[in-house]
T-cell receptor, first 116, second 113 residues
Framework: NAGVTQTPKFQVLKTGQSMTLQCAQD?????MYWYRQDPGMGLRLIYY???????DKGEVPNGYNVSRLNKREFSLRLESAAPSQTSVYFC???????????????FGPGTRLTVL | GQQLNQSPQSMFIQEGEDVSMNCTSS?????WLWYKQDPGEGPVLLIA?????ELTSNGRLTAQFGTTRKDSFLNISASIPSDVGIYFC?????????????FGKGTLLTVNP
């Protein structure tokens, strides 16, 4: 099992450019998440997908869009990148099975994005 | 919204010393999780706590779910250089469609050999 994988690992964009961050999990998890991590801010939720076919906004969704392509894949798109979106982006997944009342998230290695 | 206060922000200790860090919340949680993040990597789950008052160990790590459900602490005994990293607490209030985590801002641990 590779767990949660993310591509690319590093990316540099110019202001106004667009790009898509890819995430895939091979643990048959139902839920997937996108976070950004900034110095001194911890992890903040951008968007999440509770199950295949659904997506919801998190704490900081502005400037981002997401697509839950299938159960395995959840992508994050920046349509017009801004310097304020310079950050480390983490994808996570969790089982979120109906029969359990608690849920644990597992994280990918991250994508380090710089917007000039 | 929910807020987590994690302290201390950073710690510098000598190898062999014990470490303690904690998180407090403005609201209750059903689950507390502790993650460790190594430089350049994603957070890795260390310990999960599911019941108020629960005390759980994972090797040299011990974590407790506070009885008020608004706090949790993590202890590391006999620290070693590979304990270096950022430790995050996270709270979860599950129920209905809400399984989102709220993260603390992290404790940066440095261990001097």
């Amino acid at each position: 099992n590779a767990g949660v994988t993310q591509t690319p690992k590093f990316q540099v964009l110019k202001t106004g450019q667009s790009m898509t961050l890819q995430c895939a999990q091979d643990m048959n998890h139902n839920s997937m998440y996108w976070y950004r991590q900034d110095p001194g801010m911890g992890l903040r939720l951008i968007y999440y997908s509770a199950s295949e076919g659904t997506t919801d906004k998190g704490e900081v969704p502005n400037g981002y869009n997401v697509s839950r392509l299938n159960k395995r894949e959840f992508s994050l798109r920046l349509e017009s990148a801004a310097p304020s979106q310079t950050s480390v982006y983490f994808c996570a997944s969790s089982p979120r099975a109906r029969e359990i009342t608690t849920d644990t998230q597992y994280f990918g290695p991250g994508t380090r994005l710089t917007v000039l | 919204g929910q807020q987590l206060n994690q302290s201390p922000q950073s710690m510098f200790i000598q190898e062999g010393e014990d470490v303690s860090m904690n998180c407090t919340s403005s609201s209750i949680f059903n689950t507390w999780l502790w993650y460790k993040q190594d430089p350049g990597e994603g957070p890795v789950l260390l310990i999960a706590l599911y019941k108020a008052g629960e005390l759980t160990s994972n090797g040299r790590l011990t974590a407790q779910f506070g009885t008020t459900r608004k706090d949790s602490f993590l202890n590391i005994s006999a620290s070693i250089p590979s304990d270096v990293g950022i430790y995050f607490c996270a709270g979860q209030l599950s129920g209905g469609s809400n399984y989102k985590l709220t993260f603390g801002k992290g404790t940066l641990l440095t261990v001097n050999p």
